[in-house]
Structure formats: structure tokens, C-alpha cells
């Protein structure tokens, strides 16, 4: 493993449902993000951890949930789906928890459908 | 409020032509600011980040930034568009609130480059 994975790739989910989106870093980065990319809106956070037991609420965190049991994993979780959840989920990482100058590194995405 | 503004949300150039994606910010001080670039179906990629320090910013594939302060602008430019540089460019500024370094993204310009 090489950087930040995701799975699944993609997904099609029938509204109600649950499910957990996946993300490992290899990176030992204490921070971790999902985001959310939807056309015309750029990306949007859903949730943050800055360390291994600690997470946050983002801009857009209504519907998700998240936990980070270890440094690296950070599963988000889609407790019971809806179809305004349609989007392409990002998972990043940075080398610090809280730098402004800390870069962000992207997982290649999830993109998830619900009907 | 504090925003990232990309002024086009395309641009089409033709191949050995330069490059000029424009983006704006908001903020009450000088941010860090960064440009990255998605190509289809693939994770979002950093291209260059300003961090206070000079305000011209190299980055990777011969992209370049300039930070200026009075214009509240962070405009990203090439000398020359190669094929390969057809993808969505965001750019993105952080801000430091509530115990996490948050990225606040623009809208996305998407670049097409023409033979």
C-alpha cells in the first residue's frame, strides 16, 4: 500500500440501507478527512479526525458518521442512505493535525450512488 | 465570509498555448492557498501550495502561482499547455477554526487543451 486506499471503488445503494465507506493510510498522518464532491460545489468536509480517538464535525456532516479506532483507518459511515447522498467521496490525509500549511493528500474516491 | 472564488469554471486552449486559471479568496489575513488537479476518475493531486513565503510558487509539471496580496488573488499559469494537462483544477485555501485545519475548495475549473 502506497498512500491512501478506499474502497469500494464504487457502490450502488439502495435508499435505507447502510454503508461503510472505507479508508487506510500508510502514511502514519495524524489527521484524516472525508469530503465530498459534488459538480459545481467543489468539495465539502463531512467529517475530520486530527488524531488516533478524536473526530470532528465538518461543514456537511448530517447523515454520516465516523470513527478512528487506529492512526490508519477512518471509516465513514452512511447509518441509513438517502439519495442527496449521491456524490464522490474523498478521503484525504495530512502530515499534521491543525498546521494551515499542512497538505492534504487525496485517496482516489468512492463514488456512490442511492436510488 | 471566507470563500475561494475560480473566476471560470472552463477554459479551453490549444496545445503550446499558455495557461491562466484564475482564482480568487477571501479572508481577513493571508492564508495558506493551494491549487491541485483531478483527472478523470482519479483522487484529487497537489500541484503547488503558498505558504507566506515567496509569492511566486513553483509546482510540479511546469505550473506556477502567484500570490498576490492587494489583488486577493492566487492565479495559476503555464507557459504551455501539453494534452495531458486537460483535467479539473480547484483551488483551495485553509483555514485554521475550531481545532482543525480545514480546506475551503472553489467550484473547480475544468481545462480543455485542443490539438
Known amino acids: 500500500i502506497a498512500g491512501i486506499t478506499q474502497a469500494p471503488t464504487s457502490q450502488i445503494l439502495a435508499a435505507g440501507r447502510r454503508m461503510t465507506l472505507r479508508c487506510t493510510q500508510d502514511m502514519r498522518h495524524n489527521a484524516m478527512y472525508w469530503y465530498r464532491q459534488d459538480l459545481g460545489l467543489g468539495l465539502r468536509l463531512i467529517h475530520y479526525s486530527n488524531t488516533a480517538g478524536t473526530t470532528g464535525k465538518g461543514e456537511v456532516p448530517d447523515g454520516y458518521s465516523v470513527s478512528r479506532a487506529n492512526t490508519d483507518d477512518f471509516p465513514l459511515t452512511l447509518a441509513s442512505a438517502v439519495p442527496s447522498q449521491t456524490s464522490v467521496y474523498f478521503c484525504?490525509?495530512?502530515?499534521?493535525?491543525?498546521?494551515?500549511?499542512?497538505?492534504?493528500?487525496f485517496g482516489p474516491g468512492t463514488r456512490l450512488t442511492v436510488l | 465570509a471566507q470563500s475561494v472564488t475560480q473566476l471560470d469554471s472552463h477554459v479551453s486552449v490549444s496545445e503550446g498555448t499558455p495557461v491562466l486559471l484564475r482564482c480568487n479568496y477571501s479572508s481577513s489575513y493571508s492564508p495558506s492557498l493551494f491549487w491541485y488537479v483531478q483527472h478523470p476518475n482519479k483522487g484529487l493531486q497537489l500541484l503547488l501550495k503558498?505558504?507566506?513565503?515567496?509569492?511566486l510558487v513553483k509546482g510540479i509539471n511546469g505550473f506556477e502561482a502567484e500570490f498576490k496580496k492587494s489583488e486577493t488573488s492566487f492565479h495559476l499559469t503555464k507557459p504551455s499547455a501539453h494534452m495531458s494537462d486537460a483535467a479539473e483544477y480547484f483551488c483551495?485555501?485553509?483555514?485554521?477554526?475550531?481545532?482543525?485545519?480545514?480546506?475551503?475548495f472553489g467550484a473547480g475549473t475544468r481545462l480543455a487543451v485542443h490539438p
Open positions: 503558498y505558504t507566506s513565503a515567496a509569492t
Open positions: 484525504a490525509s495530512s502530515d499534521r493535525a491543525g498546521g494551515p500549511a499542512d497538505t492534504q493528500y
Open positions: 483551495a485555501r485553509s483555514r485554521f477554526s475550531g481545532g482543525y485545519n480545514k480546506l475551503i
